[in-house]
């Protein structure tokens, strides 16, 4: 295994509007069925004119549901911006008003965003970042929102291969 990892990728998350009706699935990611999924980071933000303080809203990481997300593809654009840069081999869905049953799903990581509309998950170390295993699944859920709103962000993953045998 590269001690330094693989492909690095980010996702998307533009404009996505969640309405005030539930909870919302932000993002679904699926791992490759060959290989192992870091997730590095997730930069988010809220957009709205209808609040001046925060909006209490508050996101959770849940990994290992049985069920795949409803939302539409979005495509995973690689960091490395030159002809012939890895594609991704795992897939991601969102946003989703449907949330998927997480009835085989661990909650592995809750937070909020702040007062300013800003929401930021950035392990200090490797060793702390979330790892999805072989065709495993995790969904970004969020609480259901006080008031409208538009979320946009990234998700940054790294495709890290095999797992090593012990």
Not at 7 to 19: C, D, G, H, K, R
Request: aromatic share 6%; with cysteine.
């Amino acid at each position: 295994m590269n001690p330094s990892g693989g492909p690095i990728f980010n996702i998307p998350i533009s404009a996505a509007a969640l309405s005030t009706v539930g909870a919302w699935d932000l993002v679904g990611i699926t791992a490759q069925s060959s290989g192992r999924l870091e997730i590095m980071g997730i930069s988010l933000t809220i957009v709205s004119t209808q609040f001046s303080t925060a909006s209490g809203l508050a996101l959770t990481l849940l990994r290992g549901s049985s069920a795949a997300s409803t939302g539409a593809s979005i495509s995973p654009a690689p960091i490395k911006g030159w002809s012939g840069a890895s594609s991704a081999n795992f897939t991601v869905t969102g946003p989703s008003s449907t949330p998927v049953s997480t009835a085989s799903a661990v909650a592995v990581y809750a937070d909020a965003f702040d007062g300013r509309g800003a929401f930021r998950y950035r392990p200090q170390s490797r060793d702390e970042r979330i790892i999805l295993t072989l065709s495993q699944r995790i969904h970004l859920r969020t609480t259901t929102p006080s008031i409208a709103c538009v979320v946009y962000g990234t998700v940054v993953c790294q495709d890290v291969g095999k797992s090593p045998v012990s």
